[in-house]
């Protein structure tokens, strides 16, 4: 089992998630791999050095990623396919931060040759700009953010700020979707989710892909669209 979801009451009730199940013996084994690197050395930075060999599972290559090993590596796949897809990229992300995968995005949407579309957490979007805006080094992200959220159909869910005490109700949900691949599990498209503790499976499977399609295009409806700060 992967997915977006913690194990929290509000994560259930209030927040949007996603949870996928794989019965694979072989894959099991390939977490458990990830999971004693952890539990061995109780270090992040130390874990996540897992094979991404694919497996064969249901009839599709399952390709499974574990950040903070694969990290990069897992970014520059994502973007890939999103700058390699024909028809359709629709994305799911509390944030869209990682270099490669928002260069790529603001690319394909200036060219407007594929269907984009997506929805974000615009709390913690207003967060991340407000950071970069006093971080001289990650300012030249901001156009970028601005050309992929603007141009292109992003709705945006305007949850509670952290503090403590407060609920989380974030738009939680990570999930892309580039034609009939799947990218679903608990990686936020952040540069912090390539150096956390992190899994994703890479999915190609052309029913998956429109389900997850739908349901992204579903939360995208609940939202209105985003609205940067000036």
């Not at 927040?15 to 099991?28: D, G, Q, Y």
């Not at 269907?115 to 950071?131: K, N, S």
């Amino acid at each position: 089992m992967s997915g977006s979801t913690n194990w929290t009451l509000d994560s259930w009730t209030r927040e949007e998630n996603v949870i996928v199940t794989v019965e694979s013996p072989e894959l099991a084994a390939v977490f458990t791999q990830d999971f004693e690197q952890l539990w061995t050395t109780r270090d992040v930075s130390k874990s996540g050095k897992v094979p991404t060999n694919p497996l064969e599972i249901g009839g599709a290559a399952v390709r499974p990623w574990f950040c903070p090993g694969r990290g990069d590596r897992l970014a520059h796949r994502i973007a890939k396919a999103i700058g390699s897809a024909r028809r359709r990229v629709r994305i799911a992300s509390p944030v869209i931060t990682s270099g490669p995968i928002l260069g790529t995005l603001a690319e394909v949407v200036s060219d407007a040759r594929v269907d984009v579309a997506g929805v974000v957490d615009v709390t913690q979007i207003h967060e991340v700009i407000h950071q970069w805006r006093t971080n001289g080094t990650t300012g030249w992200k901001e156009p970028l953010l601005r050309t992929a959220l603007t141009r292109a159909p992003f709705s945006g869910k305007r949850s509670t700020p952290y503090a403590p005490g407060a609920v989380h109700d974030y738009m939680h949900a990570k999930v892309t979707v580039c034609d009939d691949v799947v990218f679903v599990g608990s990686f936020n498209l952040s540069h912090s989710g390539e150096q956390n503790a992190e899994n994703v499976l890479e999915i190609p499977d052309p029913a998956l892909a429109e389900r997850l399609a739908t349901f992204v295009d579903e939360i995208r409806g609940r939202y209105p669209a985003v609205e940067l700060p000036s």
